[in-house]
C-alpha cells in the first residue's frame, strides 16, 4: 500500500515536472520567433527539392545530413539560442535558480525543433531517393550536430558579443571541411567530424560517431562550469 | 563624395580595430603554414611548393577561404547594427541619401577585405620567403603577388564584401549565413580537376589559375576566367542594387 | 512661429494608429511634450525630423514642410533619439567628428566646441563604449548641436540618468534654447517639463490631449488637489470610484491619498498646493491603484 502511494507520488512529481518544463520550452519558441521556423522550413524544403533534383552526381546524405544540416543546427543553437549575447542575460544570470538550466532547455529546444525538421527532411528525402535506412541517417545527422551546436553552446556562453558563436562555429566547419585531406594521418579518422562525407576509407564511422558524441558531451562539461561560475 | 569618404574612413577605421578579424587572420594563417611551410615534409608531399608562384596560388584558392569566411560573419552585422543601435534613425534624420549611406557602408568594407587579403598574402608570403631551404628571388615572390591581387584579391574582396554587407540588410541574417555556409562549404570540398573550373567558385575558379598554371594542363580557358570573374563582380553589385531597389530601406526621397 | 502641425495622423500597415489628428505650434524656448509610454511622442519626434513620412497632415519646420522640402528641414535640425548606443568601438572625437562630416559641418573647430559645450572635451580621447550612460547622452547631444541648428529634437534626454546628470542636461538644453532657438523635448518626466518648459503638449493614445503653457495646465487642477487620510486600504480602493487619486502615500498608520476633488465631496481633506505632476496625472486619467 505504501509502495503504491509513494509511486503515484513519485509519478505526479515527474509529470508536474514535466509541465513545467513543456511551459518553458513553449516560452523558449515564443522567444525564438517566427522567423525560426520560416527559415528552417525554408531550408528543409530546399534540401528535399535537391533530393529530387540531384542526381546521382553527389552523395547526397552525407552532404546534407552530415555536412549542412549539422551546420545549421549550430547557426540555430547560436543565433535564437543565444544566452550570453541575449540583452536579458544579466537579469537571468542574476535571478534564475540555474544558469545552466536555462542554457539547457534554451538549447534542447532550438536543437530539438532544428533536429524534428531533419528527420522529416531525411524521411521526405528516402522517399524519392532511397539510399541509406532512416536509423543510418540519423547516426550520421546527429554526432555532428550534437557536437558543433555544443561548441556553439560553449562559445555563446563565453562570449557576449553577437553572432560570434555563430563565427566560431563556421570556422571550425570551414576548418573541417578544408582538411579533409588530413585523413591520410592514422587516427585522423576517428575524431574527423565529416567522415562519410569523407567516404570512410578505413571503415570506422560508428566508431567516430561515438567519438564525436563523446567530445559533445565534454564540452557541455565545460559549459557546466562555467556556468557555475556566473 | 565628402560624405562618401567620412563613412568609409569610418567604416575602415572601426572594422581595422575589430580584435576578432586579427584572429581569423592569425588562425588562418598558422592553418595555411601548417599546410604549406616549406618545410621536408610539405616540400615532399607538395610537388610544386618550391615554385612562389604555386605557392600564392595555393594559399589564395585554398586557405584564404577561412579568413574570407570569417570576415564574412563579421562584415554581415554592419547595417543591421545601426538600427540596433539607433544610428538609423539619427542617419535619416541627417542630410545623408541613401546612395552616400550605401557606397560608403559598401567601399569601406571592400577596403577592408581588400587589406585583409592582402596583409593575409603579404603574410604568408613573407614567411615562405625567409623560411625556404632553398633560394628564391625576390621578384619571383612580387610579381605572383602582384598578379594574386589583380586577377583574384579585388573581385574576392568585392563579391564578399559586397555581398555580406548588402544581402542582410534585406533577409534574415541568419539565412544569410546559412546560405553562405553552402556557398563557401561547396568552395571548401570542390576538388580541382584538368577542365575549366565552375565559375560559381569563389577563390578557386578559373581567376586563380592566372596566378599559376599546372605544368601538364597548362591550357587556361579565358572565356572560363571572364565568367568566373563576372559571376564574382556581378554577384556582388547585384547584391548592393537590390539594396537600393529596396524603397522601405531608407526614407523617401 | 519654428513647429507647425497640422492635422498630423500617422497609421501603420499593421492598422495601428500611432498619431491622430495632432495640431500644435512651437515658437522659441524649450517646449515640453509629455505623455506616457507608447502615447506617440516617438513618432511624432520621428515625424518632425523626417525619418517618418506622415499618413495625412502637415509637419513645417522653419516655414518648411517635411515631406515635399525634406533636405531643407534636415539641415536645420538636431536630433536625438531616445536610444542611441553608437558606435562603441570609436573615440568620442572621432563619432562627433563622422557626424560633423555626414552633416556637412566643415568648420574644424566645430567638434571641438560641441563637445565643449557639453563638458566632454577632457574625454574626448575616450571610446564610447567605456562610456557612463550619463556621458554618452551629452555625446548624444553633441553631435545633434553640430551646426547650430535653430531647432532641436530630444526624445527623452534625461531618463535612466542621476540627478545630477539630469541638473547638468536641462542647463544645457535651457542654455541652448535661450539664444533665439527652439527645443522640442519629450519627456515623460513632469519635473523636466516643469524646469523647463514654458509651454507643452500632451499626447495620450495618439491623440493630443493639452497644448499650452504650463501655467494654464496649473490653473485647471488649482485648488482642488487635496490631501486625504485613510486607515484602510480599503477604503482607498473605495476613493478611487468617486475621485482621482493622484498619488498615495503608505505610512505606519494607515495611508494618504493625493486627490482631485472636484466637486468638494471631501470637506475633511486638506488643501495642497498644485503641482504640473498633479494636472499631467488629472490629465491621464489618474493614477492606478498601487
Known amino acids: 500500500m505504501m509502495k503504491r502511494m509513494a509511486g503515484r507520488t513519485a509519478e505526479r512529481t515527474a509529470e508536474q515536472t514535466a509541465g513545467k518544463i513543456a511551459v518553458r520550452m513553449a516560452g523558449e519558441i515564443k522567444i525564438c520567433g517566427i522567423n525560426f521556423f520560416l527559415v528552417s522550413a525554408a531550408f528543409t524544403a530546399a534540401l528535399i527539392l ?39 542575460f544579466d537579469i537571468i544570470a542574476a535571478q534564475s535558480k540555474s544558469l545552466f538550466q536555462w542554457v539547457l532547455l534554451r538549447f534542447a529546444t532550438v536543437f530539438g525543433i532544428v533536429s524534428l525538421f531533419a528527420v522529416f527532411g531525411m524521411a521526405a528525402s528516402s522517399a524519392m531517393r532511397y539510399e541509406l535506412p532512416l536509423a543510418e541517417l540519423l547516426v550520421m545527422y546527429f554526432p555532428p550536430a550534437f557536437f558543433l551546436s555544443s561548441l556553439c553552446a560553449l562559445s555563446g556562453i563565453l562570449c557576449r558579443q553577437e553572432h560570434a558563436a555563430a563565427a566560431v562555429c563556421g570556422l571550425v566547419w570551414l576548418i573541417t571541411l578544408l582538411t579533409r585531406s588530413l585523413l ?8 574527423y567530424l565529416f567522415i562519410r562525407f569523407a567516404g570512410d576509407p578505413n571503415q570506422i564511422w560508428l566508431w567516430n560517431k561515438g567519438i564525436v558524441t563523446a567530445a559533445g558531451l565534454f564540452l557541455w562539461v565545460l559549459l557546466y562550469r562555467k556556468c557555475r561560475r556566473f | 563624395m565628402r560624405k562618401i569618404f567620412a563613412i568609409v574612413h569610418y567604416e575602415y577605421k572601426m572594422q581595422f580595430m575589430c580584435l576578432a578579424a586579427w584572429g581569423i587572420l592569425l588562425a588562418a594563417t598558422v592553418l595555411s603554414q601548417l599546410d604549406n611551410f616549406p618545410s621536408a615534409g610539405n616540400l615532399a608531399r607538395l610537388e610544386f611548393l618550391k615554385e612562389p608562384a604555386y605557392y600564392v596560388y595555393r594559399i589564395m584558392s585554398l586557405d584564404s577561404l577561412i579568413l574570407l569566411f570569417g570576415l564574412l560573419f563579421l562584415l554581415a552585422g554592419r547595417l543591421p547594427l545601426d538600427a540596433k543601435t539607433g544610428m538609423k534613425p539619427l542617419l535619416l534624420s541627417s542630410a545623408l541619401r541613401k546612395g552616400q549611406y550605401v557606397w560608403g557602408k559598401l567601399l569601406g568594407g571592400f577596403l577592408y577585405v581588400f587589406s585583409m587579403l592582402c596583409i593575409f598574402l603579404l603574410l604568408n608570403t613573407g614567411i615562405y620567403f625567409i623560411a625556404a631551404p632553398f633560394a628564391i628571388s625576390l621578384s619571383a615572390c612580387v610579381v605572383p603577388l602582384v598578379k594574386a591581387v589583380f586577377v583574384s584579391v579585388i573581385p574576392v574582396s568585392l563579391f564578399v564584401s559586397f555581398c555580406s554587407i548588402a544581402l542582410p540588410g534585406m533577409m534574415d541574417i541568419r539565412l544569410f549565413y546559412l546560405l553562405a555556409a553552402v556557398f563557401f562549404g561547396f568552395n571548401a570540398s570542390y576538388v580541382g580537376s584538368a577542365d575549366a573550373m565552375p565559375f560559381y567558385l569563389l577563390t578557386s575558379g578559373d581567376l586563380v589559375r592566372l596566378i599559376w598554371v599546372h605544368p601538364r594542363w597548362p591550357f587556361v580557358s579565358m572565356g572560363s576566367v571572364a ?26 526621397e | 512661429m519654428n513647429i507647425e502641425i497640422r492635422h498630423l495622423t500617422k497609421k501603420y500597415r499593421n492598422g495601428v494608429t500611432a498619431l491622430d489628428d495632432i495640431s500644435f505650434r512651437v515658437g522659441n524656448g524649450v517646449f515640453g ?46 536630433y536625438l533619439p531616445q536610444e542611441l548606443a553608437m558606435y562603441p568601438s570609436l573615440s568620442v572625437f572621432d563619432f562627433v567628428n563622422y557626424m560633423a562630416q555626414l552633416k556637412g559641418v566643415r568648420d574644424k573647430r566645430a567638434v571641438q566646441e560641441v563637445l565643449e559645450e557639453v563638458e566632454m572635451l577632457e574625454f574626448s580621447k575616450r571610446r564610447i563604449g567605456q562610456l557612463s550612460g550619463g556621458m554618452k547622452r551629452r555625446v548624444g547631444i553633441a553631435q545633434a548641436l553640430l551646426g547650430n541648428p535653430p531647432i532641436l529634437v530630444v526624445d527623452e534626454p534625461t531618463a535612466g540618468l542621476d540627478p545630477e546628470e539630469r541638473v547638468r542636461l536641462r542647463g544645457l538644453l535651457s542654455r541652448y534654447a535661450g539664444e533665439g532657438r527652439t527645443v522640442l523635448l519629450s519627456t515623460h518626466i513632469v519635473e523636466d517639463v516643469y524646469q523647463l518648459c514654458e509651454e507643452l503638449a500632451v499626447l495620450r493614445k495618439g491623440r493630443l490631449f493639452y497644448a499650452g503653457t504650463s501655467a494654464a495646465l496649473l490653473e485647471q487642477v488649482k485648488g482642488r488637489v487635496k490631501i486625504l487620510r485613510l486607515e484602510q486600504e480599503s477604503q482607498l480602493i473605495e476613493l478611487q470610484r468617486k475621485a482621482v487619486v493622484l498619488a498615495t502615500t503608505y505610512e505606519s498608520r494607515g495611508l494618504t491619498a493625493r486627490i482631485m476633488d472636484e466637486s468638494d465631496l471631501y470637506p475633511q481633506a486638506e488643501p495642497a498646493e498644485a503641482t504640473l505632476e498633479d494636472a499631467y496625472v488629472y490629465c491621464m486619467g489618474g493614477k492606478a491603484h498601487a
Open chain 1, 50 to 88: 535537391f533530393a529530387a533534383i540531384a542526381g546521382e552526381l553527389l552523395d547526397f546524405y552525407p552532404v546534407s545530413f552530415e555536412v549542412l544540416f549539422p551546420f545549421y543546427a549550430a547557426i540555430a543553437a547560436g543565433e535564437w539560442g543565444k544566452t550570453r549575447a541575449d540583452s536579458n
Open chain 1, 184 to 191: 591520410r594521418h592514422p587516427g585522423f579518422a576517428f575524431i
Open chain 2, 227 to 252: 565568367a568566373n570573374g563576372l559571376f564574382l563582380v556581378g554577384s556582388g553589385l547585384a547584391s548592393a542594387g537590390l539594396l537600393f531597389l529596396k524603397h522601405r530601406f531608407w526614407r523617401a
Open chain 3, 33 to 78: 511634450l509629455l505623455g506616457h509610454n507608447g502615447a506617440g511622442k516617438t513618432t511624432l519626434m520621428k515625424a518632425l525630423v523626417t525619418v517618418l513620412t506622415p499618413s495625412a497632415g502637415t509637419v513645417r519646420l522653419c516655414g518648411f514642410d517635411t515631406v515635399k522640402q525634406g533636405d531643407e528641414v534636415r539641415a536645420r535640425v538636431g
